[in-house]
């Protein structure tokens, strides 16, 4: 028997978590405006260069695929009526993608040469935060299931997912380059 009850959100509570990642992302692109000897990096936003896709290893295509469906869910979660069937259908396909993307992470290298970089501390932290995230709503510990959620998604996905859009990194050729 499904106990949840359904409330209806402010508009804001949904538009807060789209203005916030906008934000991240504006404040990752800083670099590209500043100058460098007196010559800008190169910014020139286009149609994404798939054509770079495939130069790419497999392990960084399954990271940015999960990344990717990740960070759409977790939008759609996070603007959900918490508790209601579909919240808990696309939760738990939000924790699959990002479990996926944690794991592969361990499959790039490249930032510190062909060592795991200070970023992996990130994936090794999702794979402790989702298993207590899901044992927390388990406890029906809301308060506790939500901050660990919560965190991971803008923390875990957003940040880190902004901080991919520097120059010189692959999402930025993709976009920017």
């Known amino acids: ?3 949840a009850i359904a409330v209806k959100r402010p508009i804001w509570r949904m538009i807060v978590p789209g203005a916030v990642a906008l934000g991240i992302v504006g404040i990752a692109l ?3 405006f ?3 000897g007196g010559e800008g990096i190169p910014f020139h936003p286009h149609a994404p260069a798939w054509g770079l896709w495939s130069h790419l290893g497999s392990g960084v295509q399954w990271h ?7 960070t759409v869910i977790g ?3 996070v603007s ?5 069937p579909l919240h808990k259908i696309l939760g738990w396909t939000w924790v699959a993608s990002m479990a996926l993307t944690a794991v592969s992470s361990f499959f790039i290298t490249g930032l510190n040469g ?10 090794g932290w999702t794979m402790v935060a989702l298993p207590l995230g899901i044992y927390a709503i388990k406890r029906r510990n809301i308060a506790e299931h939500r901050r660990a959620m919560t965190g991971l998604f803008f923390g875990g996905l957003l940040v880190a997912g902004a901080l991919t859009f520097i120059p010189g ?9």
């Open 75 to 77: 939008f759609v979660v």
């Open 34 to 36: 500043l100058r460098r």
């Open 114 to 123: 062909d060592r795991y970089s200070i970023i992996h501390i990130l994936s």
């Open 1 to 3: 028997m499904n106990t």
């Open 169 to 177: 990194r692959f999402m930025y050729q993709l976009f920017f380059g």
């Open 80 to 84: 959900l009526p918490k508790g209601s």
């Open 64 to 70: 940015v695929v999960a990344a990717s469906m990740a």
């Open 30 to 32: 800083i670099p590209a």
